[in-house]
């Protein structure tokens, strides 16, 4: 008569082992999974970067390109602070089809981080409110109260930011206009053949190092060798 085997179980060696191996396992698991996480995280943040940056250049060039020459009226003018100019309206209502709308760029201080920022006023059919939307956009560079913040757009970070312009065959410094004139009505001043734009982004962000747009006139035409 034959007895069965007795069963055997693990023993408290094995079941130590088995865990440490389940535990080691879970932990190269997490890691894994966490270095993708962030790596997706770091390429979103690059990506909405990316985005941002070129939605302000291609709103930079369209500005430029659509300048409007005004009688009496100064199209573009930098004074080392802040770019403003004169632009056409984009509006579509027949109110304002024909009217233009004062844009300024600025780099300021917000909230402890410099940003690369745009302002917009609404848009204008009258020379007095040009006027008005000039100086608004100088007081909106310096010191901005709430109703002006309420045309501002954050464009993104920018450390540095620099504006040449061409003329003469060279590019030269922009040289900045009288800072206690803030009216449109100046003497007439040609337009540079092209604008130079020279941002400085932050260290240690997704994009950093410096950027460098050229802007030429559609009205320049080309020279021949």
Not at 135 to 142: F, I, L
Request: no cysteine.
């Amino acid at each position: 008569m034959t007895h069965p085997l007795p069963s055997r179980g693990f023993t408290l060696v094995e079941l130590l082992v088995a865990l440490f191996a389940l535990a080691l396992l879970a932990v190269l698991g997490w890691r894994g999974l966490d270095g993708m996480v962030r790596a997706q995280s770091q390429l979103q943040s690059r990506a909405d970067q990316v985005l941002a940056l070129q939605v302000g250049l291609a709103q930079w060039t369209a500005d430029l390109d659509a300048l409007e020459t005004l009688p009496r009226i100064t199209p573009l003018d930098w004074n080392g602070q802040v770019l403003r100019l004169v632009r056409r309206s984009t509006t579509d209502t027949a109110a304002s089809a024909d009217g233009v709308v004062v844009a300024a760029w600025t780099r300021r201080t917000v909230e402890g981080q410099g940003m690369w920022l745009r302002w917009q006023s609404p848009a204008l059919t009258r020379r007095a409110e040009v006027e008005q939307a000039w100086s608004q956009a100088e007081n909106w560079a310096r010191e901005p109260g709430e109703a002006d913040r309420a045309g501002e757009v954050r464009v993104m970070a920018a450390d540095q930011w620099r504006v040449l312009y061409f003329s003469n065959a060279a590019w030269r410094e922009a040289t900045p206009g009288d800072p206690q004139d803030t009216e449109t009505q100046r003497p007439p001043t040609p337009l540079p053949e092209g604008v130079r734009l020279m941002l400085t982004l932050p260290p240690g962000g997704p994009l950093a190092g410096a950027i460098t747009r050229d802007w030429v006139s559609p009205h320049v035409s080309p020279r021949r060798s």
